[in-house]
T-cell receptor, first 113, second 112 residues
């Protein structure tokens, strides 16, 4: 069966520090991968999605970046965090051949102080 | 790109009443429409979905309807219970861009 792992679950980082969140998927190949951000009490904002290794589509301009070094690994990064980067970050995967839901990781609650 | 609008943003109903949440989408190529329930501090979980070749789908107290011509779809919850209280998100999967776009969410409160 397929599983998705996202870590860490919580993170407190100072302004200006770097960020690296990792997400891996098991039990499937060539998934679509997504990074979403959810500000407190708000909706799910799509940040990046990827349909294959090295293929990244950015949805909103920001100081975040994403990479997909392996088929089932998706990384969200920042060189210098801003206060406005605080939020609940969710990684998700979906299949490409059959239209299905996105399966979400447990999320990372990031607080930039 | 796809734009999904969701209404209302908050909804309060009494236990046993019905709740309806509506969404519209802009991309006519979208062909898959899931609904998610998110409890406080947790990840969104799929509760029901519908594909573009179907007009209605029902699962116990939950139903979803889709009008492709008008590009809108709705979630219906009947006989609401306190445990239905959560934030509900609609979404649309673009047929061309392989990306899932979410609505802004509806906070449903079921009161006793």
């Amino acid at each position: 069966s397929q599983t998705i792992h996202q870590w860490p679950a919580t993170l407190v980082q100072p302004v200006g520090s770097p960020l690296s969140l990792e997400c891996t998927v098991e039990g499937t190949s060539n998934p679509n991968l997504y990074w979403y951000r959810q500000a407190a009490g708000r909706g799910l904002q799509l940040l990046f999605y990827s349909v294959g290794i090295g293929q990244i589509s950015s949805e909103v301009p920001q100081n975040l970046s994403a990479s997909r070094p392996q088929d089932r690994q998706f990384i969200l990064s920042s060189k210098k965090l801003l206060l406005s980067d605080s939020g609940f970050y969710l990684c998700a995967w979906g299949t490409q051949m059959v239209r299905t839901e996105a399966f979400f990781g447990q999320g990372t609650r990031l607080t930039v102080v | 790109g796809e734009n999904v609008e969701q209404h209302p943003s908050t909804l309060s109903v009494q236990e046993g009443d019905s709740a309806v949440i509506k969404c519209t989408y802009s991309d006519s190529a979208s062909n898959y429409f899931p609904w998610y329930k998110q409890e406080l501090g947790k990840r969104p979980q799929l509760i029901i979905d519908i594909r573009s070749n179907v007009g209605e789908k029902k699962d116990q107290r939950i139903a979803v309807t889709l009008n492709k011509t008008a590009k809108h779809f709705s979630l219906h919850i009947t006989e609401t219970q306190p445990e239905d209280s959560a934030v509900y998100f609609c979404a649309a999967l673009s047929g061309t861009a392989s990306k899932l776009t979410f609505g802004t969410g509806t906070r449903l409160q079921v009161t006793l």
